[in-house]
T-cell receptor
């Protein structure tokens, strides 16, 4: 498809289990972002990739959270030993990163809704 | 850290009415973005503002970049049912970053 895709769309897991969330950015977009959206709230920045490297990981809430990107394409967000407070929608966005810092349009995927029981 | 506060939190209006919402920050932003989020979907960019005082329109939507650089406004004229959703302001917290800080959101409900 032409847009950002994310999988799975929904994930229910038990507390303590690890989860992997996947993001397929728009083809050719060099920048990729992960955000978290708790119920009824705005988006919180987690991590940003330029190519395969992550110059800004400042939003990752704890060392249980990690992300990687390969081939300047697909990215995986991993949450280890999930806790109930990790329940949220995890959104991925990508951008061309052509116009300069902070001004490129970020195109968002539909998100993965994570529920930790 | 930097925060973006939006008001009102929610609005219930009748179709055809005009809508105004705003976003304020405790610190200066150099770019203001307005996004709309429909249920079950990611946010979609509506309008981007790059200069203090700038007024930009996109169809029935008009947004302004406040002179102080600490606020922005979004107006929707002649609302229609498909305007329903959550509207977020957002911006990069500094020049040397691509991440975005998002506001708390304004939930808009339009009744026919």
């Amino acid at each position: 498809g032409a847009g950002v895709s994310q999988s799975p769309s929904n994930k229910v897991t038990e507390k303590g289990k690890d989860v992997e969330l996947r993001c397929d950015p728009i083809s050719g977009h060099t920048a990729l972002y992960w955000y978290r959206q708790r119920l009824g709230q705005g988006l919180e920045f987690l991590i940003y990739f330029q190519g395969n490297s992550a110059p800004d990981k400042s939003g990752l809430p704890s060392d249980r959270f990690s992300a990687e990107r390969t081939g300047e394409s697909v990215s995986t967000l991993t949450i280890q030993r999930t806790q109930q407070e990790d329940s949220a929608v995890y959104l991925c966005a990508s951008s061309l990163a052509q116009r300069g810092l902070g001004t490129d349009t970020q195109y968002f995927g539909p998100g993965t809704r994570l529920t930790v029981l | 850290g930097q925060q973006l506060n939006q008001s009102p939190q929610s609005m219930f209006i009748q179709e055809g009415e005009d809508v105004s919402m705003n976003c304020t920050s405790s610190s200066i932003f150099n770019t203001w973005l307005w996004y709309k989020q429909d249920p079950g979907e990611g946010p979609v960019l509506l309008i981007a503002l790059y200069k203090a005082g700038e007024l930009t329109s996109n169809g029935r939507l008009t947004a302004q970049f406040g002179i102080t650089r600490k606020d922005s406004f979004l107006n929707i004229s002649a609302s229609i049912p498909s305007d329903v959703g959550i509207y977020f302001c957002a911006g990069p917290p500094s020049y040397n970053t691509d991440k975005l800080i998002f506001g708390t959101g304004t939930r808009l409900q339009v009744f026919p």
